[in-house]
């Protein structure tokens, strides 16, 4: 049996009966006269693999920072699994089910690669100062619950090796695994993915997409991505979205964008 | 070979995530707490307890309470000594106000009060990092001591303007005040050192140590990770004030008898920060292995001429003394920055692959 592509019609089918499950109406973003972002509309549906890319400065990391409430927009309503949201600060946003992982990566590195995922996993943990000063019972019970949780995550992703290992002194593939397995911690419904795949050599490129898409499959993780390596890009994400100069400029599925003239104005420039 | 690992295979995660994975430590451990508890007390005189074990062990809890909020959560604090005083006058009003009360209650209670002003003076943490909140906290410092000294109130009114403990006993025996036996005392601080040092292992290797950990690597991304900063750094204060508080009740009532409001200025507050650093940040067992060092080696080297049949003045003996303990001091932290715990770590991962070099 041969596996044949889906036709373009069939993709886009398949992308509208899915349910919305981040909606973005007009949000504008501004850092005094500076605009991140200008006007910005487009929807995260449930179970989609969504990428977002644009020339650098286009203001896809503003985004990212906008959908997990790092960043305040001054103006635009955000719907977030049918509840509209006012003020939002990261920690609720986490609570709510909106983890991330960051360009830089940004891990606990004093800490071991079991404690930096068993971090991800803080909100999660209820039990008070009593209990923890005597680590037994009801405080060790939940530990252990936790732990069994984290051991699923670092089998997923293949860390074993390296659990006990100060997260500071792994290679930068690793790391960025580890982040990865550190936000899948907080059993998110929407995972913001910043650059998964920025300074990878091709293998690690390839393990990587593999993960992404396991996460999307297996989970049923909802992602949102941004990346600037356009193969994988184009071949993970279901529907893709395009910003230049902090406005939208595109929006469909992979092959849409791919042709649309003015992505390619924007990345290859316009003679003047 | 002492520390062969072999054959200690783990099961179940309780068994892994245990307070000693490796027999060893155990065994360690065991033998450390039988000599504090049983050995040192066979062979101890006065001047052992008041000058080596008693201040050891004080200034150790004083360095874990430190450390919690320097080495755990990474907020710098140079206020240490002015927390211990607000312990020790604490205790001290709640002994005055309510005599009739145990000492034990009364000391655990003045731990709030300590936590209490050590939040209050954390509030700035949640706006200025590093230095600038290590100087935020010398006001806090400065402040202390000024209101122990202009507040008569905290001293009972007394005309010298110090506090002084009376003698007061549990269930019949003496524990505070001149007539107090030194070894009843050290009992009584050794108990109290190994529970909030039993605590102490269990909240940083749990929920709360991890919360501060993330907060010290890295703030924005423990925000982002759900960690609420302000209730972590708080927390941080607050745990870490109670402990030092605690410890500086225990200064004063078990150890000194009597203090001055500037017994708890700036000086203290230093050979603290010194014994938190060079045992180790972010390390229970540092504090011990740097308040021997800081607090029991000049004593030790202030006996040995004697011991070996030398006069030496005392006062070139003092000269000979900081040098040595300065120079011991520039060589450990030039052999192991991260302090003396680390130093102890890489021995015993030495020792376990022994005698194989990887």
Redesign the interface.
């Known amino acids: 049996m041969t596996v044949m592509d889906p036709t373009l019609e069939e993709v886009k089918r398949r992308a509208e009966e899915r349910e919305v499950l981040l909606d973005l109406e007009n949000v504008s973003l501004s850092f005094g006269g500076v605009k991140a972002i200008t006007n910005i509309s487009f929807n995260i549906k449930k179970g989609e693999i969504r990428a977002i890319i644009g020339p650098n400065g286009a203001g896809k990391t503003s985004m990212l920072n906008v959908i997990?409430g790092?960043y305040q927009p001054q103006e635009g309503v955000i719907t977030f699994n049918g509840e509209k949201r006012s003020s939002m600060k990261?920690?609720l946003a986490?609570?709510q089910g909106i983890?991330?992982t960051?360009q830089n990566v940004?891990?606990?590195?004093?800490?071991s690669t079991l404690?930096n995922i068993?971090?991800?996993r803080?909100?999660r943990?209820k039990?008070n100062?009593f209990w923890?000063?005597?680590?037994w019972g009801p405080?060790?019970r939940e530990?252990?619950e936790h732990?069994?949780k984290v051991?699923e995550i670092i089998d997923f992703l293949e860390i074993q090796h390296i659990r006990r290992t100060p997260v500071g002194t792994l290679p930068y593939g690793l790391q960025k695994r580890v982040e990865l397995a550190?936000?899948l911690a907080?059993e998110p419904e929407l995972l913001l993915l910043d650059e998964p795949m920025a300074g990878m050599n091709l293998e690690e490129k390839e393990d990587m997409s593999r993960f992404i898409l396991d996460v999307n499959d297996q989970l049923g993780t909802t992602i949102a991505l941004i990346e600037h390596d356009m193969g994988v890009v184009m071949d993970l994400s279901d529907r893709v979205v395009v910003l230049d100069y902090g406005r939208k400029i595109a929006d469909g599925v992979p092959e849409e964008v791919q042709s649309n003239q003015e992505v390619i104005d924007a990345y290859l420039g316009l003679s003047h | 070979m002492f520390y062969r690992t072999s054959g200690q295979f783990k099961t179940t995660?309780?068994s892994d995530?245990a307070?000693f994975p490796i027999k060893q430590d155990m065994f360690l451990l065991v033998v450390i707490l039988a000599i504090m508890y049983a050995i040192f007390p066979m062979f101890a005189s006065e001047f052992t307890y008041k000058a080596l074990l008693v201040p050891v062990l004080i200034y150790s809890l004083a360095s874990l309470g430190l450390n919690i909020l320097t080495g755990y959560a990474g907020q710098l604090s140079l206020g240490t000594a002015g927390f211990m005083g607000v312990g020790a006058y604490a205790c001290y009003k709640i002994t005055t106000i309510f005599p009739e009360m145990n000492i034990i209650i009364a000391l655990f209670l003045s731990g709030f009060f300590s936590a209490a002003v050590g939040v209050a003076f954390g509030l700035p943490s949640l706006r200025i990092k590093g230095f600038y909140l290590a100087i935020a906290t010398l006001a806090s410092q400065f402040f202390l001591v000024w209101l122990f000294e202009k507040w008569a109130w905290l001293y009972n009114y007394n005309a010298s303007g110090a506090i002084e403990v009376r003698t007061m006993d549990i269930f019949g025996l003496v524990v505070t005040g001149p007539t107090a036996s030194p070894m009843v005392q050290y009992y009584f601080v050794l108990g109290i050192v190994s529970v909030v040092t039993f605590?102490?292992i269990?909240?940083t290797?749990?929920?709360?140590g991890?919360?501060w950990?993330?907060v010290?690597?890295?703030d924005?991304?423990?925000?982002?990770?759900?960690?609420?900063l302000m209730r972590a750094k708080l927390?941080a204060f607050a745990?870490s004030s109670y402990i030092v508080g605690i410890a500086g009740a225990l200064m004063v009532f078990f150890w000194k008898g009597a203090a001055e409001p500037n017994l708890f200025d700036i000086p203290m507050s230093f050979q603290i920060v010194f014994i938190a650093i060079i045992g180790g940040l972010?390390s229970v067992m540092g504090n011990f292995l740097g308040a021997i060092l800081i607090v029991a080696l000049p004593v030790v080297l202030g006996l040995l001429p004697e011991l070996l049949g030398l006069t030496i003045g005392s006062a070139t003996m003092e000269h000979v003394n900081v040098m040595v303990v300065g120079s011991l001091i520039i060589m450990f932290l030039i052999v192991e920055p991260h302090g003396l715990a680390r130093f102890w770590a890489l021995i015993r991962e030495k020792l376990i692959i022994w005698p194989f070099p990887h």
Request: no cysteine; aromatic share 8%; charged share 25%.
């Open positions: 997990n790092f990261p920690h986490v609570s983890a991330r960051f940004a891990l606990f590195k004093g800490m404690d068993m971090a991800g803080a909100t943990m039990r100062m923890q000063m005597l680590y405080a060790q530990e252990i732990r069994k051991e550190r936000a907080m | 995660y309780e995530q307070l605590a102490m269990n909240v290797r749990g929920r709360y991890r919360t950990k993330a010290r690597d890295m924005i991304a423990a925000e982002l990770v759900g960690i609420n927390s745990v972010g």
